[in-house]
């Protein structure tokens, strides 16, 4: 190994080092604990080695919503896949993406709330964001129905769940109808 691809190694598994410990504060203590200052104490590096890696903050969060996006995506292949009905899939779509927004609060944020620079529903959207979104796509569009576009019937029934997790978890919703929302959702907006 060149002394060149060893260095590529060692900054690869620092920047690898810098998102897990964000990621692992941020999950603990929220995103506004997630500071350069934290980081760096934390990982045993100076903030301009931090800095070497990531722009700040934001960049930080763009790389654990990246992250995210493609674990949330093997999720909801995971899930779907097990199933043969086109309803079972739906339901097993709604149930994996609301588990994961529920066990990876910091990391749906990181999606779905904070400004991590990255463009969505754009040409240079990052490739892991194309797949979560090519992963609930590859399910609803069997279900779309007749005349309906797929890749817009995904985002109406995104946007559901959406609203689920967010309302869920922020305690605006009873946690004892979490099930009869998610009959519900599927049986009226995906009609399978």
Known sequence: MSVQERKQRERAERERLIVATAR??????????????????????????????FRGKREIIGAVALEGATEMAAAVRAATSAEDDPR?????????????AEHNPAVYDALFQLDGGLPYAQEDT????????????ECLAEVAGDGVAPGLFTEMFWAAL????????????LPEDAEARVELLVDRLAMV
Request: charged fraction near 20%; avoid cysteine.
């Open 24 to 53: 692992e504060l941020a999950e603990q203590q929220g995103w506004d604990a997630v500071t350069t200052r934290q980081l760096a104490e934390r990982i045993e590096y100076s903030q301009p080695v931090l800095y070497s890696h």
């Open 88 to 100: 079972a899939r739906v339901m097993a779509l709604a149930r994996a993406y609301l588990d994961f």
């Open 126 to 137: 990052p490739e892991p964001l194309k797949d979560a979104f090519a992963a609930l796509l």
């Open 162 to 173: 959406h609203g689920l997790a967010t309302l869920t978890r922020t305690g605006r919703l």
